[in-house]
């Protein structure tokens, strides 16, 4: 009786050590977010007043830029078809490169370990490389205007895609794939007949979301030199012409929402 | 036909799982295989298909030794054997009849099928391997929404677009209800007779074996506890096979 006691007691002990132990750490945990957020204020040299005493020159802008000058309405088609198709030319090129590397880049139907390790640096280095440094790259390559966009954004998409397509054949159900081996299909045949179809409407789905990221980005890509509207309302911004940056940015609006809309529309219709 | 002769098999760990194994299964016959968990049953089959590399003993399927076999030769060779599993290992996104029709792969090399195309000759066969299995009219329908005993008769009928001499099932209703199993087995054995198709079934559900096999084979930490015609099969032989297993 007395040494289940003294057990139950010593059980008691070892409890309330852990709660205490549990809270300590809950405790450390928020100090130390908070401290990160802390750090994170004084590095970016944030300064809420200057915001506040600075609102009226916003205010400004916004008031010279009403209404947006519709008279040019004309001569926006032109650079919002280039920023699209940029981001169109981008993302096919990016498919078409990421497809065998991911495959490649896949453990488990790779060909071998070399070629794994050569496709999953050349992925991790296109991924690593912002987009915009390419079409710096590019432009020093090929000059201004879109095609280095272009290139910019198919080097970049590679290794976006290629992660994504390589994560997707990995995750895959591979049955359906050992059972068309054992019926005496050759690697290839396995390839078509098994994993593209399994993997056919992930892929298609996630080069849809590329596409509308692309998008995006060939618009930030017009301020570097790659044409399309961006550089056109960086070139309206830089003259003062705040009416026409208004009409750029709802033909930007309209074009950012269409590709996102369009994509998911497609992306539900492949689920 | 399928021989099985002093087949063993040891596991990296060392483990002998498969030891001296002898088996026949003649065209025409059902064989079940019964055995308890970790009893080497599933390892058998896996020998047999040489997914997994024997250490010693022979394959003979016709006149091909399957165990000295490597690469293209093995894979030629083996196309006489087709295997279906506990779950049916369809493409779900393909039609019930693309499914069918990729049985046939192995015997179709070229640049269309290499490209994701298949037969016309092969897909309108496979019609007639769906008939055999009772599933003519779903021929269309994407594999993904068929029933757990739809789609395991779909991947019998993948197999008979195979045109093999052997088909070893490997628990083909494990996953199924007792109904949708029987199925399944009246089907086996069904095939076995009217293709002339060695059937070796490895089973859980001793039942089964009593119902639908024309033999039954025990195995028991990898080596042969019994091969009996089903007449012969004394309840007792079968229940050794488990004794432990509980525990």
Known sequence: MTVQAASLGAKSAWADWGRAGAIALRMALILGGIL???????????????????????????RRSWPPDFSKFDDTIWPALQTVDVALFGTVVGVILAVPLAVLAAANVTANRVAYYIARGIIGFTRAV??????????????????????????????????????????????PI??????????????????????????????????????????VLGFVGAGGIGFKLLTAMNLFQYREVSLLLIVVFVIVLSAERISAALRNRLA | MLRVRSLSMRYPNGKLALSDFDLTVEAGELVVVLGGNGSGKTTLLRCITRTLRPISGEIWLGEANLAELE???????????????????????????????????????????????????????????????????????????????????????????QRPDVLLADEPVASLDPEAAQEIMRLLRRLAQSEKLAVLAVLHQVELAYTFADRVIGIRDGRMAFDTPRADLSREAVQRLYVGEAA
């Open chain 1, 130 to 175: 912002p987009d915009l440094v390419w079409a710096l790259f590019f432009v020093t390559a090929v000059g201004l205007g879109p095609f280095p966009g272009g290139l910019a954004l198919g080097v970049h998409s590679v290794g976006m895609l290629g992660r994504l397509f390589a994560e997707t054949i990995e995750h895959m159900d591979m049955a």
């Open chain 2, 71 to 161: 690469g293209d030769r093995l894979r030629r060779a083996r196309m006489k054997l087709a295997l279906i599993s506990q779950h049916a290992s369809l493409v779900r996104r393909s039609s019930v009849a693309t499914n069918v029709a990729t049985g046939s792969l192995g015997r179709h090399f070229n640049l269309w099928t290499a490209l994701g195309g298949l037969p016309a000759s092969e897909l309108q066969a496979a019609q007639g391997y769906l008939d055999d299995v009772g599933l003519a009219d779903l021929a269309g329908q994407r594999a993904g929404t068929l029933s757990g005993g739809q789609a395991q008769r779909v991947a019998i009928a993948r197999a008979l677009a």
């Open chain 1, 36 to 62: 990160i957020a802390i750090q994170a204020l004084i590095v970016v040299e944030a300064r809420p007043q200057d915001l506040i005493t600075g609102v009226h020159g916003m205010a400004d802008i916004i």
């Open chain 1, 178 to 219: 050992h059972a068309l081996e054992l019926t005496g299909a050759r690697r290839i045949q396995v390839f078509t007949h098994g994993i593209v179809p399994t993997v056919l409407p992930s892929l298609l789905g996630i080069s849809l979301y590329r596409l509308d990221e692309n998008i995006r980005s060939s618009l």
